[in-house]
Structure formats: structure tokens, C-alpha cells
């Protein structure tokens, strides 16, 4: 088992910047690849980004590319979504999720874990 814990979340003015964290505990951390997805009112939840277990390779959504950062502790089994430029589009609730393959990482069958999200407002 492994869970996980979101934190960072909160309300911010259009063009402003958060970082969220994602604390693991449980089994291997550097075992999984990690992602973010989210869900805003009235929407399917989507991915955002994902990590490689080394950190060296990452992928983004077309909607948050050049305007979001992921990255890894492995030391700290902790994974980080740095958010910048913020807009109005992008209030969601953000979840981390975990999964052991890197296979189809934009969907949510491979992720086997997950966290309880924490919630991103954007302001206009």
C-alpha cells in the first residue's frame, strides 16, 4: 500500500503561482511513477503531469505546458507540482496519483494509488 497526501492547494489571483506536495509513505516511493491529474465542477478528471521514478523524465498536459513545473525527492518521498501563471481555467481539485508502469500515464487505469486532492481557486 502506499498513500498519499496532497498539500499546497488554496486561492490565488489570475498570474499567480502555487506549488503543491505530495507526501508518500507505505511501500518504495522511487518505485512509481507519479502524476498529477485534476477535476474541475462538472468535469471528468484529467491529467496534468507525470514523473519519471528517476525524475529525469517528465510529460505535460498541452494545457499546462511551460506554465507548470513536476519534480521528485526521492530522499523525501515527496513529489511537487509548481504552478505558474495561473488562470481562471485551471481551479480544480489536484490529485496525485502512483502508478508501478509507465504505460498510457495520461489515463487513470495504471495509477494503483491515489490521494484525497486538494483544492486549486483561480481568481479573475
Known amino acids: 500500500q502506499v498513500q498519499l497526501v496532497e498539500s499546497g492547494g488554496g486561492l490565488v489571483q489570475a498570474g499567480g503561482s502555487l506549488r503543491l506536495s505530495c507526501a508518500a509513505s507505505g511501500r518504495t516511493f522511487s518505485n512509481y511513477y507519479m502524476g498529477w491529474f485534476r477535476q474541475a465542477p462538472g468535469k471528468e478528471r484529467e491529467f496534468v503531469a507525470v514523473?519519471?521514478?528517476?525524475?529525469?523524465?517528465?510529460y505535460y498536459a498541452n494545457s499546462v505546458k511551460g506554465r507548470f513545473t513536476i519534480s521528485r525527492d526521492n530522499a523525501k518521498n515527496t513529489v511537487y507540482l509548481q504552478m505558474n501563471s495561473l488562470k481562471p481555467e485551471d481551479t480544480a481539485v489536484y490529485y496525485c496519483?502512483?502508478?508501478?508502469?509507465?504505460?498510457?500515464?495520461?489515463?487513470?487505469?495504471?495509477?494503483?494509488?491515489w490521494g484525497q486532492g486538494t483544492q486549486v481557486t483561480v481568481s479573475s
Open positions: 514523473i519519471s521514478r528517476s525524475g529525469r523524465s517528465t
Open positions: 496519483a502512483a502508478s508501478q508502469i509507465y504505460t498510457d500515464y495520461d489515463r487513470e487505469y495504471p495509477y494503483d494509488y
